[in-house]
């Protein structure tokens, strides 16, 4: 089973080489990785070049702000499921291999997890998905994004990312699944390190 994984940046030369290495050294090696940069001019397309034999595909070029990026990953992509980390946030290293475990063994469309939260004072919290109460995505952004791993055919069924959002169009994307009865599967463990200072 092919993933792809998908990392949007702009600026990122603080940061993206944790991303970076973050993909490139997952457990699972069956891996697609793409990176679109929205044009940066601070030094991160000298690190994605530093890894750029290991990266399947990567620009840099304007954008229309990061969902528009997201979706021109979205379209490249060719893997058969499809994650997203944003470039200031790593993955565990064993990440991928549960999510594809998951797929594996189940009937689901969507796999996701916990993340830890970092804020910009290095305070860390757990932020976990409340399985006892799956509707309230009714309400609320519920779902930690970049946990999130979705098979290829659901975004040809339902869409991608509303740019018209410039922010939560990850919420109304997997609102739009959650209330078109796609499977959800909820990995109760931490997948992703997020720094939450970030959009």
């Known amino acids: 089973m092919k993933v792809s994984i998908i990392t949007v940046c702009y600026n990122s030369a603080k940061t993206i080489e944790q991303t970076i290495q973050s993909v490139i050294n997952q457990s699972y090696t069956?891996?697609?990785?793409?990176?679109?940069?929205g044009g940066s001019t601070d030094g991160t397309l000298d690190t994605i070049k530093k890894y750029e034999q290991k990266i399947t595909y990567w620009v840099s070029e304007p954008d229309n702000g990061i969902y528009d990026?997201?979706?021109?990953?979205?379209?490249?992509a060719v893997g058969d499921i499809i994650?997203?980390?944003?470039?200031?946030?790593?993955?565990?290293?064993?990440?991928?291999?549960?999510v594809v475990d998951c797929f594996g063994?189940?009937?689901?469309?969507?796999?996701?997890?916990?993340?830890?939260?970092?804020?910009?004072?290095?305070?860390?919290?757990?932020?976990?998905?409340?399985?006892?109460?799956?509707e309230r995505i009714l309400k609320s952004n519920i779902f930690n994004h970049p946990t999130v791993?979705?098979?290829?055919?659901m975004y040809k069924q339902y869409g991608v990312f509303d740019v018209k959002y410039k922010i939560l169009a990850d919420y109304k994307l997997l609102l739009n699944l959650?209330?078109?009865?796609?499977?959800?599967?909820?990995?109760?463990?931490?997948?992703?390190?997020?720094r939450a200072d970030g959009i």
């Open 30 to 37: 069956n891996i697609e990785y793409i990176i679109i940069d």
């Open 69 to 76: 990026a997201m979706n021109k990953g979205i379209k490249k």
């Open 83 to 98: 994650g997203i980390i944003n470039s200031d946030d790593w993955y565990d290293i064993d990440t991928v291999k549960k």
């Open 105 to 134: 063994k189940l009937d689901v469309d969507i796999v996701h997890g916990d993340a830890l939260w970092i804020d910009s004072d290095g305070v860390e919290y757990r932020r976990q998905y409340p399985e006892k109460n799956p």
């Open 149 to 153: 791993f979705i098979r290829k055919n």
């Open 178 to 194: 959650y209330i078109n009865n796609s499977k959800f599967y909820y990995i109760p463990e931490i997948l992703v390190y997020f």
